[in-house]
């Protein structure tokens, strides 16, 4: 009886789902093998919490994603906590190379080795969301890879405009520091800057859409005068705003008395902090027409870093559970971005020859000053 059930199972599931063939329906294995099959394809386990997920492993995350909302984002805040979780998850997995022997990739090292990483220069400000996080990954018992770039999810998910980024569970635990230099500096030229990412597994594509992240950034030790200094006018908000306001010509350094520090350029915006690397890549000619082709284009760049974001969270990593639907749902941001008052067109430094600059409308008001990002 049990075996007839089963069979009218399986034949109902096949009927219904016209991609599960025949052939993907074991016929020689045990009766539980054919349920798991057919409990996988199903994609509609409900969890005890009433959620819902494509695998019941991902059950337990729910109420940890709570957990993490809660102790870390302020009850779902995307502040100072989401940009530097964002950070993290960068910082943690480019310890990575294609070749081997820079470390185990997005494993969460930057956590457990924290003595070590932390010391690294390209890692300055990161020690005020390994203390903030530190706690909380030990509550949540995670191991310390898979809390890293949950975190990171999350703390992005939080931030309107952001795409819902995918999230891959079961790291296991790190068995070592990244070593040095694997980090790129705002002070690295973008040549460097290219062969670490590729020698990382990314191309050129990859690294302009990764730093779309930047649109929820800010510096805290570029100019420790001035922590909290944001990278654009909205750095709460996951928009398009960072690519066009990198390229508007720069008139003066955002900390008193217009003095520079190593790692920045001229800014166009009182309050804004301009990287020098984000100033040369929109301008080479390598990813000015990548950079370019951000601007204003809301979804090209919610689907391009999500992409890149997929790849970078499981760098060095094998087999793991694809538990993306663990991760809220960001706001979403509609409209267009614009230039702020008082710019237009004529302050643009077109750097792509190949494409026509989108055309944007100016915000009427006086010249803006970007307020630093609260708690930095
Ligand atoms: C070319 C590569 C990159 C360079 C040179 C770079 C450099 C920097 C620097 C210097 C800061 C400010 C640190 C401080 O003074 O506190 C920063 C902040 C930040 N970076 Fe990058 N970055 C790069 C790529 C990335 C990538 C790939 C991501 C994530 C996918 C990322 C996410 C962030 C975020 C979210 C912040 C803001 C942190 C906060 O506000 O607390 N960056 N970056
Ligand atoms: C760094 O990791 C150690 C365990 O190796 C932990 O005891 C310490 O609290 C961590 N430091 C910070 C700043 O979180
Ligand atoms: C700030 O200093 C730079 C040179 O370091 C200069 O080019 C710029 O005009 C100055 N801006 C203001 C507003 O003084």
């Given at each position: ?8 199972f ?19 294995t ?12 199903s ?27 809660k ?8 502040g100072?906590e989401?940009?530097?979780?964002l ?53 949540t ?10 975190a ?47 020698d ?146 004529k ?30």
């Open positions: 009886m049990a075996l007839n059930r089963l069979s009218l399986v034949a109902a599931l096949a009927a219904a789902s016209q991609w599960v063939s025949a052939a993907t329906v074991p016929s020689s045990s009766q539980t093998a054919s349920v798991e099959t057919a409990a996988a394809f994609n509609k386990h409900k969890c005890p919490t009433g959620q819902t997920t494509s695998n019941p492993i991902c059950c337990k995350l729910f109420p940890i994603v709570d957990q993490i909302q102790d870390l984002f302020d009850g779902g805040e995307c100072e989401a940009h530097s979780a950070r993290l998850t960068f910082h943690d997995a480019i310890g990575f190379s294609i070749h081997g022997g820079k470390g185990g990739g997005a494993d969460g090292s930057i956590l457990a080795f924290n003595k070590t990483e932390l010391a690294y220069h390209a890692n300055g400000g990161i020690d005020d969301i390994v203390e903030r996080q530190f706690p909380v990954f030990l509550e018992g995670l191991t310390a890879g898979d809390f890293v770039h949950l990171g999810a999350i703390g992005t998910a939080n931030c309107p405009g952001a795409p819902r980024l995918d999230y891959f569970f079961g790291r296991p635990a790190p068995k070592a520091a990244a070593p040095d230099l694997t980090v790129p500096e705002p002070t690295d030229s973008v040549t460097k800057i290219l062969a670490r990412m590729a990382a597994g990314f191309s050129a594509a990859e690294l302009v859409a990764l730093l779309s992240s930047h649109s929820i950034a800010a510096a805290d030790v570029v100019d420790p005068s001035i922590p909290g200094t944001p990278f654009d006018s909205t750095v709460d908000t996951f928009d398009t705003q960072v690519f066009l306001e990198v390229l508007l010509k720069g008139t003066a350094f955002p900390g008193k008395g217009n003095v520079s520090h190593p790692g920045e350029v001229l800014s166009p915006i009182a309050g804004e902090m301009r990287l020098q690397s984000d100033a040369a890549i929109a301008r080479d000619s390598r990813t000015a027409c990548l950079w370019q082709d951000m601007i204003d284009n809301q979804q090209a760049m919610m689907s391009r870093f999500k992409a890149a974001m997929s790849k970078m969270q499981v760098l060095g990593q094998h087999g793991l559970t694809d538990c993306s639907d663990v991760i809220p749902t960001p706001k979403p941001f509609k409209g267009h971005i614009t230039f702020p008052p008082t710019f237009s067109q302050n643009v430094q077109v750097a792509c020859k190949s494409s026509p600059f989108p055309k944007l409308k100016t915000v009427a008001g006086p010249a803006p000053t970007v307020a630093p990002v609260p708690g930095s």
